[in-house]
């Protein structure tokens, strides 16, 4: 199990020295979000100042670029990289593709499946010269040699793609090479359906499950005193409270034993009140929805409740603080160590 830094992109004069902080702390890769900035630059720039470390998009937003123009740009990470780069797609909202973004978003799951075909379809062209993909959505079969960016000499970059419903779950398994589970992905939900979801889409499509990456977000309240865990559970608990108000995760809270939550969320969220968003987070869902430990039973406890299920382990809140940031890390290569030595 690898252990990545999930980030938001920073200021490009700031990325590079945080990739190699982030190297240099224990972690095994970076996981760049998308959202005022995006996610392909500071991946670009953490490619040439930490060398090695794995790179991935955690995930970029998909519709509003082009697959020729996403597969372009995966393919000079990957090779910047050295096969270390993890193409990682997401639909985004309505609202934003459309409203933000300007572009379409009718039916975004079969549109993403199709998007990430045709991305697929670009490396190969890449690779010989020939582009064919006839889909739904795109429609690509026109490359010259000065528009290609040719071969590289490492594989292609794998796909991946966010999904929380069955049917994108079940997608994931199988066109894509691994799954982007949601922050609100506790244990209960990857065993109800993740992992069953995936493998059916990877047995319909004649592949094996091990071949997809689980790729979970671990939100942690950790410290070795109540004090020191109060400002982090704070803090994560406006962020379930972000992620919560979203009417299309409901089903996980409901199936945790917890219906009504996004209901609440979002009565307090139309009255402009992020206090009583965050209220509605109960320490029962903390202790469901997070990991809470000292320092020295973070890394066992994660081990315990993740392995078997995730292939890469994402610390969410690694960054909440920079006196805590290489602590952060030693967990990190506790994990990857253990899990490599079980």
Known sequence: MHVDLMTLPQPLAKAGELARNTQAAGFSGMLFTE?????????????????????????????PRSPFVTAATAWELQEATGGKFRLGLGTQVRTHVVRRYGVAFERPGPRLRDYVLAVKACFAAFRSGKLDHHGEFYDLDFITPQWSPGPIDVPNPKVDVAAVNPWM???????????????????????????PKVTEGAERAGRS????????????????SDEERHQERESVRASLSFYGSTPNYAFIWDEAGFEGTTARIRERQKAGDFAGMAA??????????????????????????????????????????????ERYGAVAQRISTRSANP
């Open 169 to 195: 779950l079940r997608m994931a398994g199988e066109v894509a090479d691994g799954v982007h589970v949601h922050p609100l992905g506790e244990p209960g939900y990857l065993a109800r359906h993740v992992v």
């Open 209 to 224: 499950p091990s071949e997809i990456a689980v790729i979970v977000p671990a939100m942690t309240i950790v410290g070795d």
């Open 280 to 325: 509605q987070i109960t320490d029962e869902h903390l202790a469901a929805f997070t990991t809470e430990s000292t320092w020295d039973e973070l890394a066992d406890k994660l081990i315990d409740k993740y392995a078997g299920v995730a292939t890469r382990l994402v610390l969410y809140n690694a960054l909440s603080a920079p006196e805590r940031f």
């Open 35 to 63: 959202a005022g900035r995006t996610a392909y630059l500071n991946a670009a720039i953490a490619s040439t100042s930490a060398p090695g470390l794995e790179l991935s998009t955690g995930v970029a937003v998909a519709f």
